[in-house]
T-cell receptor, first 113, second 116 residues
Framework: GDSVTQMEGPVTLSEEAFLTINCTYT??????LFWYVQYPGEGLQLLLK?????DKGSNKGFEATYRKETTSFHLEKGSVQVSDSAVYFC????????????FGKGTKLTVNP | KAGVTQTPRYLIKTRGQQVTLSCSPI?????VSWYQQTPGQGLQFLFE???????NKGNFPGRFSGRQFSNSRSEMNVSTLELGDSALYLC???????????????FGSGTRLTVV
């Protein structure tokens, strides 16, 4: 079945450092890919998405490119801020008329001033 | 624009009891899904509803059930609660424009269920 693997955390960075969180997936066909972010005590917020190969999703300085050849959707940000501290989830959207999401385990990011 | 509203935010129940959680999707969103989040298992899919019909169900026992009403509001019910049912239950809604598309979900803040 469909699955998502993302790098284990936690990740600790200093402010203004470069961020990469790796995400790879296994799926048949061409799923949609998403990154969600969860702040403490809250639900998930959609950060960015890509619906086809070579699409680049971007939002709030974060970017991820849908790479079909490597089945990857790595999240990057050039300069992180303390306010980016959260848990990040990579997810794929099931196909065939379903809106079901399959999530990775999540990566906790802590940014220190 | 109002987001996805889940009630209650927090709930404490005793083993063996049953519980009903409520979700009001974003206006115009007809697809509603439920997820269970625990530290050990992460985010696991429970159900998906579209226009009052269950389209998909996750790998959970029959004690977990749900439904969607004509106004797209949804409820999920857990009967005979077990300690392992303690979790954050997240509801999410999506705007579905055509079959096979996936626009991503907007999530509510969740209901934190504690079973004692």
């Amino acid at each position: 079945g469909d699955s998502v693997t993302q790098m284990e955390g936690p990740v600790t960075l200093s402010e203004e450092a470069f961020l990469t969180i790796n995400c790879t997936y296994t799926a048949t066909g061409y799923p949609s890919l998403f990154w969600y972010v969860q702040y403490p005590g809250e639900g998930l917020q959609l950060l960015l998405k890509a619906t086809k190969a070579d699409d680049k999703g971007s939002n709030k300085g974060f970017e991820a490119t849908y790479r079909k050849e490597t089945t990857s959707f790595h999240l990057e940000k050039g300069s992180v801020q303390v306010s980016d501290s959260a848990v990040y989830f990579c997810a794929l959207g099931a196909q065939g008329g379903s809106e079901k999401l399959v999530f990775g385990k999540g990566t906790k990011l802590t940014v220190n001033p | 624009k109002a987001g996805v509203t889940q009630t209650p935010r927090y709930l404490i129940k005793t083993r063996g009891q049953q519980v009903t959680l409520s979700c009001s999707p974003i206006s115009g969103h007809r697809s509603v899904s439920w997820y269970q989040q625990t530290p050990g298992q992460g985010l696991q899919f429970l159900f998906e509803y579209f226009s009052e019909t269950q389209r998909n169900k996750g790998n959970f026992p029959g004690r977990f059930s749900g439904r969607q009403f004509s106004n797209s509001r949804s409820e999920m019910n857990v009967s005979t609660l077990e300690l392992g049912d303690s979790a954050l239950y997240l509801c999410a809604s999506s705007l579905v424009r055509k079959k096979g598309s996936n626009y991503g979900y907007t999530f509510g803040s969740g209901t934190r269920l504690t079973v004692v």
